[in-house]
Nanobody, 126 residues
Framework: QVQLVESGGGLVQAGGSLRLSCAAS????????MGWFRQHPGLVREFIGV????????LYADFEKGRFTISRENAKNAVYLQMSSLKPEDTAVYFC???????????????????WGQGNQVTVSS
């Protein structure tokens, strides 16, 4: 089992920046991918991006247009989401996700991921 704990959400003004952190614990050697989704009220979870644990490969959703950056720190079993030029429409609950070795599926699909963090509210005021 893997546990994911997120931190760093909160309230920020439009145009500002925020960094979310996610720390994994448990059987972290079993993780192949870690990344982020978000969910707006009443909508399905939206893919932001994911990074492979043992390579330099990071996949991003198209909507970010360079505003969001995902990084990882394997020594701490952590992944980060740096968000800049934030807009009110970025207001959502942000989730950290992890995918175990041996599992497959579309990386942009929430059903692919078998571990989820608790979710962290990010609110961007206009």
């Amino acid at each position: 089992q893997v546990q994911l704990v997120e931190s760093g959400g909160g309230l920020v003004q439009a145009g500002g920046s925020l960094r979310l952190s996610c720390a994994a614990s448990g059987h972290t050697d079993s993780i192949q991918q870690m990344g982020w989704f978000r969910q707006h009220p009443g909508l399905v979870r939206e893919f932001i991006g994911v990074t492979a644990r043992n390579s330099n490969t990071t996949l991003y959703a198209d909507f970010e247009k360079g505003r969001f950056t995902i990084s990882r720190e394997n020594a701490k079993n952590a992944v980060y989401l740096q968000m800049s030029s934030l807009k009110p429409e970025d207001t959502a609950v942000y989730f950290c996700v992890a995918l175990s070795l041996g599992r497959g599926g579309r990386l942009d699909s929430p059903s692919t991921y078998n571990y989820w963090g608790q979710g962290n509210q990010v609110t961007v005021s206009s």
